[in-house]
């Protein structure tokens, strides 16, 4: 069989799981991840290395990643804020650590309380750590707020491109581009991911869009037509409800995998049983909303993966 | 001021009511056109003619058009499924009428107990009736069940491009193409808007797109990118939870707008106004759901319209 067109990289564990109030079960996690696993999904990530205290969802962060690494051919990744989560993700065995740069200058100040300047010298202290001790794991730059901001409004492109090229000068293997707030528009998305890979050619990674306007899919076709060939989504769109303030509204795996799969464009994972891995994430959040318009309506009559749909 | 790049057809009045269970008062519907029309939208599909005891609904129709046809510059459209409908809809001044063509023989049969080649000339009696008697009078056939069918499976293209040529010659003025079931991707609405413009030029029309799965955008979005300008949406995603089987799920017209203004594609629609009229249509049919995930996110900081955003 030949290998997917594009990598969809699932962000629910993490993403997701740190947006909601309830917190997982430690062995609902596990069958979830086995679930999208056994679906095909080959990039999942897993966890984020932050203090328990100022994120009860993460205290397990290391158990899910010493499991997650079990699973051949898995790339499991972590965030990490900076160097000491760093070195509890690699202590566990992270395949690929990623960090969240944030392009607004208020949304750095207002999430992690540092400037995007401090945030690149994190990227520097985090590349230099793993060259050292774990040099075959990657590590990427995710700019944050790159297609605006709810405190800041605008972001100026101009900043963006900036900010993932000194990611890049700093140490980061990739940079992708979120759409952290979901202000994103098509053309937007692809004028700056073309920057992007004029700016760091395909050292360019991963589009991270949300849904919070309706725009997701549309975003994300956007980025594939530009080369984007890798794409963050979450399943049952878990981040919330895209419609409360504050949410994050991800893309809807289901629905995403749905859209590439019926152009034709192979992304590795059953469809049947990605939604199968619905289950193990209700029965681990009971109570928490679950999205998706695939898995209400059905695939189309006829519907086989692997055949154009004409 | 210029005109708008695009054209957006609001179906909703005709489309989405027809869809639910629920009759909308005539003086609703009037405040509802009124409130789309003081938004900038310049064609509403208002009603149907059709037999009162088939479609409750739609037994003001006559008196919908009389008083639509009073807005200065709006296109006043009315779906007829036969010539007895069109005499009534140019009897109360309809400016153009519409007529479904189903590429699908299943959904054909079920849905007008007619023939493809039956319907065709349907619209053959329907454009020799308005010559005759009301030349001015635009006539569209759109191509139903174009993208897939629930009844039917896979259509075959070659069909859906036949069928739209035959309306053609048969008098229609513009064939667009549906997906009236929601089965549409991206690739597949390029390709086959694509082969519309080769067979019949700029006779080629709208696109009507549902987001049952999710894709309505990301398909509109690829049939503008194909040279497609008439976009037809309904306010609040109007035609049923697209959840729930049977439902239309049709393209918000809230969320479209929305995307083509964010890219700066220029609607002539004012989107605050826009979500105004979402007041007249929740008044109209109580406990009716509307949708539109613009409307409950709002529109993002520091946005205005007629400027492209960064």
Redesign the interface.
């Known amino acids: 069989m030949n290998p997917p067109d594009i990598l969809i990289s699932e962000v629910g564990p993490r993403d997701g799981l740190q947006s909601v109030k309830g917190t997982m079960p430690t062995a609902d996690k596990l069958r979830w991840i086995d679930a999208l696993y056994a679906a095909g999904v080959r990039e999942i990530e897993v966890a984020s290395f932050v203090p328990a205290r100022l994120l009860p969802q993460m205290a397990d962060a290391a158990d899910v990643v010493r499991h997650a690494v079990t699973l051949p051919g898995l790339t499991v990744m972590a965030l990490v804020p900076n160097r000491k989560g760093a070195e509890a993700a690699l202590a566990a065995g992270a395949h690929k650590l990623t960090m969240p740069v944030s392009a607004s200058v208020a949304h750095s100040l207002a999430n992690v309380r540092k400037t995007r300047e401090e945030m690149v010298e994190e990227v520097r202290a985090v590349s230099d750590l793993r060259r050292e001790i774990a040099p075959h794991v990657k590590l990427e730059a995710g700019i944050s707020t790159a297609f605006?901001?709810?405190?800041?409004?605008?972001?100026?492109?101009d900043d963006v491109i900036q900010l993932a090229a000194q990611c890049i000068a700093a140490g980061a293997d990739e940079s992708g581009l979120s759409d952290t707030?979901?202000?994103a528009?098509?053309?937007?998305v692809r004028?700056l991911f073309r920057r992007l890979r004029a700016e760091i050619g395909d050292k360019a990674g991963a589009a991270h869009m949300h849904?919070?306007?309706?725009?997701g899919?549309?975003n994300?076709?956007?980025a594939y037509e530009e080369g984007v060939r890798t794409f963050d989504a979450s399943l049952g769109g878990l981040g919330g409800c895209?419609?409360a303030p504050g949410a994050s509204?991800n893309v809807?795996t289901e629905?995403l995998v749905?859209?590439f799969e019926?152009?034709?464009?192979r992304t590795g994972i059953d469809i049947q049983k990605l939604i199968a891995a619905r289950s193990p994430l209700i029965a681990g959040l009971p109570g928490e909303p679950v999205y998706?318009?695939?898995p209400?309506?059905g695939l189309?009559?006829?519907f086989m993966q692997g055949t154009?749909?004409?």
Chains 1, 2 share one sequence.
Request: with cysteine; aromatic share 6%.
């Open positions: 605006g901001c709810t405190l800041q409004g605008d972001v100026p492109e707030v979901g202000y528009n098509p053309a937007q004028r849904n919070t306007r309706g725009l899919l549309a994300c076709l956007a895209p419609y509204g809807v629905d749905f859209m019926a152009m034709g464009v998706g318009m695939t209400e309506a189309p009559k006829g154009v749909h004409v």
